[in-house]
Nanobody, 118 residues
């Protein structure tokens, strides 16, 4: 079992930065993929950015050039640096970690609200 705890959400004005962090604990040896997703009411959860061991990092087209995902293996964390935020980035952001070869090893954080507004 893996437990994920997110932090760093909040309110920011358009154009501003925000950094999300996700700390993992438990059986993290089973994890080979980490990512961030987001969801707004009435819409499906969508991929924002993802790191898979041995593969290039993936970003949604809407965040390319503005968001950067990174991992800190020593601290068992995955971070999302969000710059030049737009109102359309407003959503609940979820951390996800999973094993791409084992669907049962799929873990989600509780979600953190990001609101971009003037």
């Amino acid at each position: 079992q893996v437990r994920l705890v997110e932090s760093g959400g909040g309110f920011v004005q358009p154009g501003g930065p925000l950094r999300l962090s996700c700390a993992a604990s438990g059986s993290i040896f089973s994890i080979n993929a980490m990512g961030w997703y987001r969801q707004v009411p009435g819409k499906e959860r969508e991929l924002v950015a993802r790191i898979i061991s041995g593969d290039p990092t993936t970003y949604a087209d809407s965040v390319k050039g503005r968001f950067t995902i990174s991992r800190d293996n020593a601290k068992n964390t995955v971070n999302l640096q969000m710059n030049s935020l737009k109102p359309e980035d407003t959503a609940v952001y979820y951390c996800n970690m999973h094993n791409i070869f084992s669907p049962l090893n799929d873990y989600w954080g509780q979600g953190t609200q990001v609101t971009v507004s003037s």
